[in-house]
DNA sequence: GGCCAGGACACCA
DNA sequence: TGGTGTCATGGC
């Protein structure tokens, strides 16, 4: 009996996790530090975004106040490793402003907001799209948000699921209508699809375009080997 | 030396 | 609304 929409993703991420064991996500020490990092890692190798996150610790720039006061000039240099330097300096300053001007260094507050004004809220501040917004929310303050990146476009269309278009929020809507509503396996779910789609394009570059979990050819370390 | 990475935005048709 | 160019470093 073919499964229904709602089980065939429930068994996609069940089979991923059992392959590549649970994640973790989201590396960091604190949730000013992780939306810091979900700038740095736009289009962005993590290890690079790392090596600015690093950078900015150094000189404790991880709080609302220091990364307000800073200058652009200066903080672009700082955050240098992680690539497109001067847009990210404005895109950080940005968040730290708007968050300094009313909750200072108190960013867990600004968190606790309902789920809904947050998203209007940050997505309101240029630099920070839907992808980086929905990363905050579910990372950061820890609420049921489904991450739409296009790691997970390219692999739930290709194995037939999902929307026909790329819209972003016609995708998100379709993971929060055949996903469970739970934090933690929001988290894992798509840190899981990363992990999936890196592992294959480390070992079998020819699985970058494809993607498939049945249909990867070349490479050893297939979910169909397991 | 080329390709790619845990996006967002401006601009144009 | 959808497609394209731009932003840029570091690892493989």
């Known amino acids: 009996m073919p499964l229904n929409q709602e089980n065939q993703t429930s ?11 649970k ?3 989201w590396p960091a020490t604190t949730k000013f530090e992780m939306a810091i990092g979900a700038i740095l890692t736009q289009s962005t190798n993590w290890n690079n975004a ?3 996150l690093a950078n900015l610790a150094d000189n404790d720039l991880l709080s609302p106040t220091h990364l307000h006061q800073i200058s652009r000039d ?3 240099q700082i955050i240098r490793p992680s690539g497109y330097y001067t847009i990210k300096a404005s895109r950080i300053k940005a968040l730290a402003s708007h968050v300094y001007s ?3 260094d108190d960013f867990e507050s600004y968190l606790r907001q309902p789920k809904e004004a947050l998203r209007e809220d940050l997505l309101s501040i240029k630099g920070i799209g839907k992808e980086t917004a929905d990363a905050i929310i579910l990372y950061g303050a820890e609420e049921a948000m489904f991450i739409v990146d296009e790691y997970t476009k390219r692999l739930f269309s290709r194995l037939g699921h ?3 278009n790329k819209v972003y929020d016609e995708w998100q809507d379709f ?3 055949t996903v469970p509503k739970i934090t933690s396996v929001y988290s894992e779910y798509h840190a899981i699809i990363v992990a999936h789609c890196k592992a294959l394009c480390k070992k079998t570059p020819a ?6 979990i049945n249909e990867c050819k070349t490479g050893k370390e297939t979910l169909t080997s397991c």
């Open 207 to 212: 699985c970058h375009t494809c993607f498939l």
């Open 11 to 21: 068994a996609l991420f069940n089979k991923l996790s059992n392959h590549y064991g």
């Open 74 to 76: 200066r903080l672009s």
């Open 175 to 177: 993971f929060h209508s």
């Open 162 to 164: 999902g929307p026909l």
């Open 23 to 25: 994640q973790n996500w």
């Open 50 to 52: 790392n090596k600015a």
């Open 102 to 104: 009313s909750y200072q």
